[in-house]
């Protein structure tokens, strides 16, 4: 290999981990779906207790099934940010070897963890969009990474 070769823009890139982030947000969605049925089986019984009947469900776009979504976003956002804070991976990340980290190297902020997660949670609204950007971004950073000044490393195997 010659020295230019090595000098290159593209040998100074980190690699993209943009498929293990997918597959690692596919995880993530399990335990994320098992806390929104635990929650939304809560909704259900305090709003049976509030006065409805038994079999009614919840009205759609009503404030009861606003203020379920919103739990919902934040108990997920629970889930994240202190797995992240905890160890720097939710389970998802596990089986992949990612790990979030500040950009110099340490533990996020949770004010960071959580800058991270509602810009994650746009990006996806957005159609992934902020996902996809990490391929043309020259670091490979997400909108979440650099809204949060955090990144996603991938750990060496044991």
């Known amino acids: 290999m010659t020295d230019t070769a090595l000098s290159s823009p593209a040998a100074d890139r980190p690699a993209s981990l943009l498929p293990w982030r997918l597959l690692s947000l596919l995880y993530d969605f399990f335990p994320a779906l098992a806390l929104w049925m635990l929650l939304g089986a809560v909704f259900v019984a305090v709003y ?6 038994e079999r009614e469900n919840i009205a759609p776009f009503s404030a009861w099934q606003w203020a379920l979504w919103a739990c919902c976003w934040g108990v997920t956002g629970l889930y994240a ?4 804070r905890r160890g720097g991976q939710t389970l998802g990340m596990r089986p992949w070897r990612l790990q979030v980290v500040s950009l110099d190297g340490t533990v996020p902020s949770r004010g ?3 800058r991270r997660y ?11 969009l902020g996902f996809w950007w990490a ?13 949060s000044g ?6 060496p195997k044991p």
């Open 81 to 84: 940010t202190m797995s992240w």
């Open 112 to 114: 960071q963890l959580w």
């Open 48 to 53: 049976t207790l509030s006065g409805h009947a």
């Open 150 to 155: 955090t990144r996603v490393v991938r750990l």
């Open 118 to 128: 509602a810009v994650g949670t746009l990006s996806v609204l957005a159609a992934g």
């Open 135 to 147: 391929l043309v971004d020259r670091q490979r950073l997400t909108w979440h990474d650099r809204a």
